[in-house]
């Protein structure tokens, strides 16, 4: 048991991290051109783990039954206690209580923590964004992260950006397109917005058909900054939430939030499919225990990821019931691991 939990606990910082890789260099890309410091960073990659931990926690716990039984396996010391008149259930007796362990973690962690985290996350990245956003504009680069605007400046020359560009489409019923060769940021009076001082430039708008260009020798552009939709994500909310039936929202997005949901049960469950499963694969993991524990534990969560992946699909395709999109991948892997598991107790 000692083993088992120290090899649990080994795997789990080491999976976070490289699960957490892709993440954090997307938001370092976004949040250090905004100046975001490292303990806004850090934090943020807090408020992100839970999300992780869904998925390292079952994948951690599979990834330390098959190294510990895997070794002890090549070492001919299973062997020893089968001889010694030790069922292979007794044997196993610590995986089924780390896997139980596992299983109350995940709902914890799915219900509970996840959802928060997200929230937390998502709040928190908008409010970096909102207040300095105008920080982003760098010569050279096109910046995306005001919503239905493109800003884009050639060059710069102390405080002030050359060759500024913008295409603004927050107003769909009349598109601007605006260049000036010379332009300022600003501060600006009105709250969660900041302006562009233009000079020596042209607007060009199309309304109805009708087509205006206008030159300009000084114009003040007020940007108000809407980085993030208001609207909650799926992953932020509650189960009671999720499980509401709207019948007037379109069929597919219902079908989401219920596969959401059914998500948020099944990964934790994946732990008992590792509790029957790992210790029978472990026996096969040959002499090289590590590489082969490691190789076939990685086979069995790619493989019911890319189950799930597709039942979804078809789930939201309407060709099956979200019910079964959601736990068919999770009962074949469970009616798989509990048969092979009664299979080499019976030996």
């Known amino acids: 048991m000692r083993e088992l939990g120290a090899a649990f606990l080994v795997?789990?910082?080491?999976?976070n991290l490289v699960l957490m890789m892709e993440k954090v260099m997307k938001l370092s890309r976004v949040l250090s051109g905004v100046g975001a410091g490292p303990g806004e960073m850090l934090l943020i990659i807090l408020y992100t783990q839970p999300e992780v931990l869904l998925v390292t926690v079952p994948l951690g716990f599979l990834f330390s039954v098959l190294y510990t039984y895997g070794r002890m396996n090549a070492d001919n010391e299973l062997m020893v206690l089968r001889g010694g008149g030790m069922s292979f259930l007794e044997m196993t007796r610590p995986v089924f209580l780390l896997g139980i362990f596992c299983v109350l973690l995940g709902f914890f962690v799915s219900f509970e923590l996840s959802p928060a985290g997200k929230r937390n996350s998502r709040l928190?990245?908008?409010r970096i964004l909102k207040e300095r956003v105008s920080r982003a504009i760098e010569p050279?680069?096109?910046?995306?992260?005001?919503?239905?605007?493109?800003?884009?400046?050639?060059?710069?020359?102390?405080?002030?950006?050359?060759?500024v560009f913008i295409s603004d489409e927050r107003n769909k019923d009349r598109p601007l397109t605006i260049y000036s060769k010379e332009g300022t940021i600003s501060p600006s009076a009105e709250e969660g917005s900041f302006a562009l001082l233009l000079k020596d430039g042209l607007i060009h708008s199309i309304k109805d058909g009708q087509m205006t260009m206008i030159y300009f020798g000084a114009y003040r552009l007020v940007m108000p900054v809407e980085v993030e939709s208001p609207e909650k994500k799926l992953g932020e909310l509650r189960p009671g939430r999720l499980l509401e039936d709207d019948p007037s929202q379109p069929a597919l997005k219902r079908t989401r939030r219920f596969l959401e949901f059914h998500k948020r049960l099944t990964?934790?469950?994946?732990?008992?499919?590792?509790?029957?499963?790992?210790?029978?694969?472990?026996?096969y993991s040959g002499k090289r225990a590590r590489l082969g524990g490691i190789a076939m534990g990685t086979m069995v969560f790619t493989l019911y990821y890319l189950m799930l992946t597709n039942t979804e699909r078809l789930a939201e395709n309407g060709a099956i019931h979200h019910v079964l999109g959601g736990w068919l991948p999770l009962l074949i892997l469970l009616g798989i691991s509990i048969w092979a598991f009664w299979k080499v107790n019976r030996r």
């Open 11 to 15: 795997s789990l910082p080491v999976l």
């Open 124 to 126: 928190m990245v908008s």
């Open 140 to 163: 050279g680069t096109f910046n995306t992260l005001i919503k239905d605007t493109l800003i884009y400046a050639g060059g710069a020359s102390e405080d002030k950006l050359k060759g």
């Open 267 to 283: 990964f934790p469950l994946f732990s008992l499919t590792v509790m029957f499963l790992a210790p029978v694969l472990s026996l």
